[in-house]
């Protein structure tokens, strides 16, 4: 059951699906206090609150506060308190378990036993806002009648689900050239490359530097015939120049947002001086979304949004304080004071919250001010590009993710999450992160594989992308001046080849559980407490997850361990991996074990009477053969297992499951059989573990 209840006027923000009726009750389980989005509850000792999609920490958000305020925020240390989404929604777990989203654009804080340890207080400025609440009988239902609410999630095309290559720095063709040359030399897999800001001109939307790329529409096509894909990164700010048509043409239809006098706001990001779109008016989204067309004309079918927070170098009001700032000091005696005083005005000059009470949208006629919407702003502009990229080619599915989000944004595109750094702790923070972002309807997403800022590691590498095997979007980027990551860059690069081909083995099962997840509104990563919810020991499991129907990850995140402990809330199948990617299979109780896993190894888990199908081996999806499978399962005392499988074209927008297959398998004297005929697929071996056999 879901109920709404609304506070003031709220702004549509078209997060929900669902028209409810406003409840006139006041709200349930929480008391409110004064007439601002205050609301207080009591927890429990052993209450678990889960949710806030992209942020920091662990999988229970139990102990800490963090801040809804999509924020560029360049390192995630254990005590910053806002990322790049705002995905208000809390699934609280005790006495009472109960969903609560808080539908409002504007910035909240969640106070989850931080200030004190058994109170969860959820406050903000707004006087408008509307909070559901979802009330079923298990947290798995939960999720899902709150995907229900706010819609179904973005599809991407099969594509997206292959090894991606990115770092900030590429700059010119021979580049790129070279990168897909280094992995099919080596034999290593690879869907694509990404283009980062500096295939601009002058950093410019929807420009390609000539100079640099001067055959870029052939490029682009070689590239697609190598079966590799390239991908370039929009960001938010429009440079202000004369000629440059797209800052033109938002200057005379009044796209931009403005600043107190009706003026086009200026603000500074990577082109030096830009405007913002409005993405709040429809107009301005629909003008900024058609303009994709320039690059999909070229052959590109995926793009990445960016520095939509908005991210903000300076504005011209902050750098005016800031210069008088210093000038008042430049005549005195430089002490401590002025010293910190002189470093703070710099520091302050980017992303200052100031400059979003500085510029406003047009919502229908009606000016607000940018604060009020501001979460808004990286959702509308992902949904602009995402109404565009339809209304280019409407049958055809395009990549398309965001580095801001609110939720509503899943509808339109997935989400990367930021620059993390080659550190160990980020790679838990990854796998921690990815069931609280399919909570929220996020179910396409992924970090950067071995890190973004910082120098990686080969070790660190090879653990994130045998727990990036699994995620949705799999790409290895790195920031310009760090290490180079590209996997070529390694002295020894086999065991990258075979871990890579492995994923395109799995790829199948995971788009099957992706596509199954986004149309049953289920999670795609589940927190083994959703599954095996009356098992205590589950509740506080963060570093083991669930993935689809069969599977269960327990990755190593830690350097120089010898393997790990893993807890089972029920026998499972062991699957371990060497460093050849060969198989020892072996039935687990329920209960802990440690696990040997040196570098090149890593396990999965496959679960009671489940099975696994895996293809065979590829090194991009053109060339991936989805038809004929080895399957791999446990039976306990059973003699049929089936699992459904959908599969389809990848890349035409319309998917339903009604094309989707039973396969199923059944022992017959002492030898496990296919036991339907299905045309559309071939089983080439089946492997299944028996556990009276143990
Ligand atoms: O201020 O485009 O998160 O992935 O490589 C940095 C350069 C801007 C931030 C993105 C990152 C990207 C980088 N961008």
Not at 61 to 69: D, I, M, N, P, V
Not at 237 to 242: A, L, M, Q, S, W
Not at 439 to 456: I, V
């Amino acid at each position: 059951m879901i109920r709404r209840y609304d506070f003031g006027i709220p702004f549509p923000t078209e997060a929900v699906v669902l028209d409810l009726t406003p409840n006139p009750e006041p709200l349930p389980h929480f008391t409110k206090k004064g007439t601002k989005l205050n609301f207080f509850l009591k927890l429990e000792r052993d209450t678990v609150v889960y949710g806030l999609g992209e942020s920091n920490r662990g999988l229970n958000k139990r102990g800490y506060l963090y801040e809804s305020f999509c924020s560029d925020t360049s390192t995630h240390t254990p005590d910053i308190f806002s990322m790049y989404g705002a995905h208000n929604f809390l699934l609280i777990s005790g006495k009472n378990t109960f969903g609560v989203f808080i539908d409002c654009p504007e910035k909240i804080t969640f106070d989850i036993g931080y200030s004190d340890y058994d109170d969860l207080k959820i406050s903000g400025e707004s006087t408008d806002y509307t909070i559901y609440i979802i009330e079923e009988d298990n947290l798995r239902s939960i999720i899902r009648s709150f995907r229900t609410l706010i819609g179904e999630s973005y599809i991407p095309p099969k594509w997206g689900f292959g090894y991606q290559q990115s770092r900030w720095g590429y700059s010119k063709e021979s580049e790129f050239y070279d990168i897909a040359d280094q992995y099919q030399n080596l034999d290593i897999p690879l869907e694509s490359i990404y283009m980062d800001i500096d295939y601009m001109e002058a950093y410019k939307d929807f420009t390609v530097d000539p100079s640099r790329f001067p055959n870029f529409k052939t490029m682009v096509s070689d590239l697609r015939s190598r079966g590799i894909r390239l991908v370039p990164i929009i960001d938010a700010g429009v440079k202000i120049e004369e000629g440059y048509s797209v800052y033109e043409e938002g200057v005379e239809h009044g796209y931009f947002c403005e600043d107190e006098t009706g003026k086009p706001f200026v603000a500074a990001v990577w082109p030096g001086r830009v405007h913002f779109p409005d993405f709040i008016n429809p107009a301005a989204r629909k003008w900024f979304g058609e303009k994709y067309k320039i690059l999909t004309d070229c052959g590109i079918d995926g793009f990445w949004n960016d520095m939509n927070e908005p991210a903000i170098f300076y504005s011209e009001e902050g750098l005016e304080e800031t210069f008088s700032y210093l000038d008042s000091i430049r005549d005195t005696n430089i002490g401590i004071k002025e010293s910190f005083g002189m470093r703070e005005a710099i520091e302050n000059l980017s992303n200052n919250p100031k400059d979003y009470d500085r510029f406003y949208h047009n919502h229908n006629g009606e000016r607000i001010v940018h604060r009020k919407l501001h979460n808004l702003y990286g959702y509308m502009m992902t949904r602009a590009a995402s109404e565009g990229l339809h209304s280019i080619q409407e049958d055809k599915r395009f990549l398309l993710f965001s580095r801001a989000s609110y939720i509503g944004m899943h509808r339109y595109g997935g989400i990367w999450t930021g620059d993390n750094s080659s550190w160990w702790e980020h790679l838990l923070l990854n796998i921690k992160m990815m069931p609280s972002l399919n909570m929220c309807g996020f179910l396409y997403s992924g970090a950067d594989l071995g890190g973004f800022g910082c120098d990686t590691t080969y070790d660190l590498m090879i653990r994130w992308l045998q727990f990036g095997l699994f995620t949705p979007l799999m790409r290895n980027h790195s920031a310009i001046s760090t290490r180079e990551q590209e996997l070529y860059q390694f002295s020894s690069t086999g065991y990258f080849s075979k871990l890579l081909k492995f994923r395109y083995r799995l790829l199948p099962y995971l788009y099957s559980e992706f596509i199954k997840a986004v149309k049953c509104h289920e999670m795609f990563f589940l927190p083994l407490s959703f599954e095996y919810e009356h098992d205590s020991l589950s509740r506080s499991v963060e570093d083991q997850l669930l993935i689809g129907e069969s599977l269960m990850s327990a990755p190593v995140y830690t350097q120089n361990a010898a393997g790990r402990y893993v807890y089972l809330p029920e026998s499972m199948l062991m699957v371990k991996f060497d460093s050849r990617l060969e198989r020892t299979c072996e039935i687990l109780e329920k209960g802990h074990h440690f696990i040997d896993l040196s570098l090149e190894e890593f396990v999965l888990f496959i679960k009671r009477n489940k099975f696994l199908m895996l293809a065979p081996e590829a090194n991009n999806t053109d060339s991936l053969d989805c038809t004929s499978f080895e399957i791999i399962g446990y039976s306990d005392k059973t003699d049929v297992l089936s699992y459904d499988f959908y599969d389809d074209d990848g890349i035409s927008s319309k998917v339903d499951l009604s094309s989707m297959l039973q396969v199923q398998i059944s022992k017959k004297d002492s030898v496990w059989k296919l036991s339907n005929q299905i045309p559309q697929i071939k089983i080439t071996k089946i492997d299944i573990m028996e556990a009276s056999v143990y």
